[in-house]
């Protein structure tokens, strides 16, 4: 997954990162492409989504919009399709709206400090429509027929509804006690529009409450704090993805020396056997067999795993490239291989010539076993705490 409302890297990079998915034969490429800094996708019903939802990144609320033009989509998808890798769109709602609200603000569902105008607002029919229409159009671009929804933290902003008294009202009409009720009536009607256009809803495992139908839902488990989210999911039929942050997040450090980029801030996490606060290569190579309980990982419901790269501390091609490489080859093997099969030291081996194919291929990458070769690229310190 990669998340491009934060940073934007445009269509030659994306293209260069197919190949080297096709390469390791990984075959979904999850893009992140709206979010609270940035509206990455146009929408022709509603342009201003991406002329003015599309002005900034997290580093720079001035920059000039940069979005990717539905012919752009089209051209990516094909060529994704070449290499028989499926693109996934994500179109973030209710939460993480503060880009579109900025373009079209009558949707916009209220503000709490540091969250302005996060939400959309549920008590408007016109917000379904809107919304509804966007799924529409985005549909209509990416033949994988799945669209990501996103449904997470919806909490840091979802206070603002009981400042709405169209909001407090229609909670009161529907016999909803919380705002969280409302949260997830929005999110079924959301999920029933994708589905009757004949595509599966993923969502983010926040999203495993709003009793989605289990036979038309991907369930994306990020959160390795909550492991009674994956048991909820997989309880509930749900098919799953695990990609949790310890060891799935590529925008978190890879080795206790460096400085710049995400560490977790616990080492509790009840039933994982956690080593590090940070996701080193190995890490990824082994799991989910040396991270999951013995139940989970015979599951039938898990079909696959995910990295995921956000890019709050990723400016830079070149930071995205040594945060990547040589972890999406850990990703592969972590894919593909049995845990019969894992080997560490076969492993290490192994990437000791996939790294000469990089020096090759001019790819800037971290060599574990020689972290001095390439410098850490730093990047700047994050404006403010990073949640997902």
């Not at 190949?19 to 390791?24: E, F, T």
């Not at 009558?106 to 540091?114: A, E, I, K, P």
């Not at 369930?219 to 942050?245: E, H, I, T």
């Not at 192994?350 to 730093?378: C, D, F, M, Q, T």
Request: some cysteine; charged content about 25%.
């Amino acid at each position: 997954m990669l998340d491009e409302s934060r940073h934007f890297f445009g269509k030659t990079k994306v293209k260069q990162l197919l190949d080297l998915m096709a390469h390791y034969k990984l075959n979904k490429f999850h893009w992140h492409l709206t979010d609270s800094h940035g509206w990455r996708l146009q929408i022709k019903k509603y342009p201003k989504l991406t002329t003015v939802g599309g002005i900034g990144n997290f580093t720079d609320s001035t920059a000039s919009a940069q979005y990717y033009t539905q012919a752009n989509i089209r051209e990516i998808v094909a060529y994704a399709k070449k290499r028989f890798i499926d693109v996934i769109p994500e179109i973030d709602m209710p939460g993480h709206a503060t880009a579109a609200n900025k373009a079209y603000p009558r949707f916009s569902g209220g503000s709490v400090v540091g969250y302005p105008n996060f939400t959309f607002d549920p008590s408007k029919e016109e917000t379904y429509k809107y919304l509804s229409t966007i799924i529409k159009e985005t549909n209509s671009l990416f033949p994988a027929k799945m669209i990501h929804l996103g449904g997470d933290e919806v909490f840091l902003g979802i206070q603002a509804w009981l400042k709405n008294p169209d909001i407090v009202n229609l909670m009161a009409h529907k016999g909803y006690k919380t705002p969280t009720d409302l949260e997830h009536y929005f999110f079924r009607r959301m999920g029933d529009t994708v589905i009757k256009l004949g595509s599966k809803v993923l969502c983010w495992d926040e999203a495993v409450e709003t009793d989605l139908p289990a036979n038309k839902t991907v369930v994306f488990w990020w959160r390795q704090n909550k492991p009674q989210s994956l048991k909820l999911a997989l309880d509930k039929n749900y098919s799953v993805v695990l990609c949790p942050r310890l060891p799935m997040y590529f925008d978190f450090v890879q080795d206790s020396t460096h400085v710049s980029g995400r560490k977790w801030d616990s080492t509790t996490v009840v039933g994982y056997q956690l080593q590090n606060k940070y996701n080193t290569v190995q890490d990824v190579y082994n799991f989910p067999d040396k991270f999951l309980e013995g139940r989970e990982l015979k599951s039938k419901n898990i079909i696959g795993i995910q990295a995921n790269l956000w890019t709050e501390t990723v400016d830079t091609e070149k930071r995205l490239d040594y945060l990547i490489f040589p972890r999406m080859a850990a990703l592969a093997e972590a894919a593909w291989s049995t845990a019969a099969n894992k080997n560490d030291i076969t492993f290490n081996n192994k990437l000791k010539a996939e790294i000469e194919w990089y020096k090759r291929a001019g790819i800037y990458y971290y060599n574990p076993s020689k972290p001095a070769e390439h410098p850490e690229v730093i990047d700047f310190k994050p404006k403010k705490q990073i949640k997902h």
